[in-house]
């Protein structure tokens, strides 16, 4: 299976000008790679960035002949076209802007914007009425890691994509496609703490067994790891079967440490 390897850029950076200095440094070193014929060069593993909302159209115009992809961290729940929704970007205005994927559901959103299992289900929905390509975060907290309710908190979040495939079940035949699938422990998102691969070898093989279950599916879905992905660690993820890439945060604000984390995974995958 193909990698992927995601760089969630947030609210980063803060400037145009610093996300040109980024894209330069990052298309030249890909270029570079291409050049030389490195792992990130084949097509084991695939590059996708999301910027903020602000940027999406400049990135997504930069990387419009390359083969880094962008995507948008969200869209609207309200509706995916147009609408009385101020600040809000709909998934035909993310789409219009050259991206083709979004990020869902990530824990910071579900957090700060009190994400709904509804709300989810409308992102999704009106995401793959634009035909963009969705990765979908989920994961638990350090509360419910301690508790032993991983398992149980993923099952809850999953089923976000069995009700939306109630609801449309046309969506099922191209749903390895079109959606990717984030395991992100909350406990381990920017705070340095990584569950052993193991832990997340499990929780993954779980997740695949759990999505497959929801629709006749042909293919596998690919399930990313993310949580304090870096450089020192991404080659023993990128070693398990079960984790097809991963969903990188701040190690994808330098071009050096992203591409570090996409070798190990191009790697292992060749």
């Known amino acids: 299976m193909q990698a992927w390897v995601i760089g969630n850029w947030k609210q980063n950076p803060a400037t145009s000008h610093d996300v040109d ?102 992102k999704l929905s009106h995401a793959f009425s634009q035909n963009l390509g969705v990765v979908f975060c989920i994961g638990e907290t350090q509360e419910q890691y301690d508790n032993g309710q991983t398992l149980d908190v993923i099952n809850e979040q999953l089923s976000v994509i069995k009700d939306m495939l109630v609801q449309q079940p046309d969506l099922a035949a191209s749903l390895s496609e079109k959606l990717l699938v984030a395991y992100e422990p909350v406990w381990a998102i920017g705070t340095g703490k990584v569950p052993t691969v193991a832990e997340v070898s499990k929780t993954h093989q779980h997740i695949k067994q759990t999505v497959a279950g929801f629709a006749d599916m042909a293919d596998t879905v690919t399930v990313l790891y993310g949580g304090s992905v870096n450089a020192d660690n991404a080659d023993s993820f ?33």
């Open 21 to 122: 200095a980024l894209l330069n440094d990052l298309l030249t070193k890909v270029d570079a790679k291409n050049q030389a014929k490195m792992p990130t060069s084949n097509s084991q593993c695939k590059l996708m960035v999301a910027p903020s909302c602000i940027h999406l159209a400049a990135v997504s115009a930069r990387l419009a002949n390359t083969s880094i992809i962008s995507a948008a961290q969200d869209v609207s729940a309200h509706s995916a076209s147009i609408g009385a929704y101020t600040g809000d970007c709909s998934a035909q205005q993310v789409a219009d802007t050259g991206a083709t994927w979004t990020i869902l559901g990530h824990s910071e959103r579900r957090q700060y914007h009190k994400e709904s299992h509804d709300c989810l289900i409308n």
């Open 238 to 270: 990128a070693a398990d079967s079960m984790i097809d890439g991963a969903l990188v945060g701040g190690a994808s604000l330098k071009a050096d440490s992203f591409l570090a984390v996409a070798d190990a995974f191009s790697q292992a995958n060749a």
